[in-house]
């Protein structure tokens, strides 16, 4: 084969379609009839560059190998080896057995030379996409399986509202919908126990606000009724405006039924506490009526007379009285019964009068100065009354026993610091509380108080009760001057 006719085929090859290795192995066939050699080979480096390898027309026999450094010794006396050179860096070894390839055989090296060049950095280029497709492939592996292995039911929704992710807790949950059957599906046609108007309402406003939202849903199943604590929070994917709404629903019936207990432990504990003063204040009304009941007796005899009158007198008396003990037993006995936990619209002061309507029979209470300041026409806020009643009684039960030399027992409701909200404070003068314990009053069973004059679950579970009506439960103490508890709930927002 002529040079000239050589070099054409060999043009032809490298600007042609054919795969690299297709590539190789047609020059090396040409190079091998062009130059009358009984074998041609181009030896390339292997992925990873450790080792090189040839691609030969024929196949070269086993046992034949170039170093890494391609080492241009003659490997035989018929051997001739040429580099393949680019920008002073060899890129491969050209290789021919017999023959007569003359300065053809550097042409075909300089020709071959761009073209490994760019194939090699074609190479590389894809084996570091590889590599990232790898990565990232991993990683997304990693979060799905970190999803799937959340102990909460987890979905997230997109701006069209259709549902993008659904995790294995939502598969095995109260619904036990299957992954497949929901990705892709609007919210509206999967949770189908919530009005989709009130769903896309909810949505819309987290849409909207890019706020996060947290609510309390209770769910009948075949296991009973589940409580469950949803959380829904805006994702962004870029700039500020939300994307998805990422819904959580961690079930906390366990949580609850505990909390009630707590709840109902603490409350029989402050029932305990005001049982002597209670006793006490039924026993005057009762001296009463006893007496009446002597006088009356002894006004039989003149019934006729100008006794009527005061028979009459006497059953009023004795009326009034079995109503006031009656009204005693009958507070005291409503707050001491388990309550559900549901919330309504709420006045206030009538609450705080309850509390105070208690607190008036213990024995101690009667040594204390009494301030009640509470403004006219506080807003309403979003409460459960009975566990407000808690709130406020522990924490004047608290002050009592802190003034036990007497004292003034304050009790103020005002605007809150921000205008969406109401503030209730209970100041008492007593002994205080010392700087180093102000941070630790709300945890649980921490308590300053003598062995069995307390439990320390007090403060921590109003602590909690103010927290679920999205309140704030705040101390300001300076140690024997007395301390302030300062309860801030926010205002309830009424519809026009």
């Known amino acids: 084969m002529r040079p000239l006719d050589l070099l054409a085929e060999i043009a032809r090859l490298l600007n042609g379609p054919d795969a690299p290795r297709d590539v190789l192995a047609g020059t090396a066939d040409a190079v091998r009839r062009g130059v009358g050699a009984s074998s041609a080979a181009i030896w390339v480096p292997t992925p990873g560059g450790a080792t090189v390898e040839a691609v030969s027309a024929p196949p070269l026999p086993p046992g034949r190998e170039v170093a890494p450094s391609f080492d241009l010794a003659s490997s035989g006396p018929d051997a001739l080896r040429t580099p393949v050179v680019r920008d002073g860096r060899q890129v491969a070894l050209l290789e021919t057995l017999g023959g007569d390839g003359g300065p053809v055989l550097s042409i075909v090296a300089d020709l071959l030379a761009p073209w490994l060049a760019s194939h090699e950095q074609a190479a590389a280029l894809g084996r570091e996409v590889s590599e990232r497709a790898r990565e990232t492939h991993g990683e997304r592996r990693f979060t799905a399986l970190l999803i799937d292995s959340l102990p909460v039911g987890l979905y997230v929704v997109d701006r069209d509202y259709r549902i993008r992710v659904w995790n294995r807790k939502r598969e095995t949950g109260t619904q036990g919908l299957r992954r497949s059957d929901v990705v892709g599906r609007t919210v509206f046609e999967v949770l189908t126990r919530q009005p989709a108007a009130q769903l896309r309402a909810e949505f819309d406003a987290i849409f909207a606000t890019g706020q996060i939202s947290e609510s309390d849903l209770e769910v009948d199943g075949p296991d009973g009724t589940r409580c469950y604590h949803i959380s829904k929070v805006p994702m962004r994917l870029a700039g500020d405006e939300v994307s998805h709404v990422i819904t959580i629903g961690e079930d906390i019936t366990a949580r609850r039924a505990m909390q009630q207990r707590a709840l109902q432990t603490e409350k029989l504990a402050a029932v305990g506490q005001l049982a002597a003063g209670v006793m006490h204040e039924i026993n005057n009304p009762l001296a009463t009526i006893s007496a009446c009941v002597a006088a009356s007796e002894m006004r039989l005899a003149d019934v006729a007379g100008q006794g009527v009158p005061a028979l009459r007198e006497y059953c009023e008396i004795i009326e009034k009285e079995v109503q006031r003990c009656t009204r005693i037993v009958d507070g005291l006995l409503d707050f001491s019964r388990p309550k559900g936990a549901a919330r309504a619209p709420a006045e206030l002061a009538p609450i705080i009068d309850d509390a105070l309507f208690l607190l008036q029979h213990h024995r101690r209470f009667r040594s204390l100065t009494l301030v009640r300041e509470v403004a006219p026409e506080l807003p309403r806020v979003l409460a459960n009354g009975e566990q407000l009643i808690q709130v ?41 509380i010392p700087l180093a314990e102000q941070g630790k009053i709300f945890e649980p069973f921490y308590t300053t108080k003598a062995p069995g004059r307390g439990t320390g679950l007090g403060l921590s579970i109003c602590y909690g009760i103010v927290q679920e009506h999205r309140g704030r439960l705040e101390v300001s103490s300076h140690p024997g001057r007395g301390s302030v508890f300062r309860i801030v709930l926010p205002v309830l927002q009424e519809r026009a």
């Open 392 to 432: 406020f009684m522990a924490v004047m039960l608290n002050a009592v026993d802190a003034m036990e030399g007497g004292g003034t027992l304050s009790v103020r409701a005002k605007g809150g610091p921000r205008p969406d909200e109401v503030a209730v404070e209970i100041e008492d003068t007593g002994l205080g």
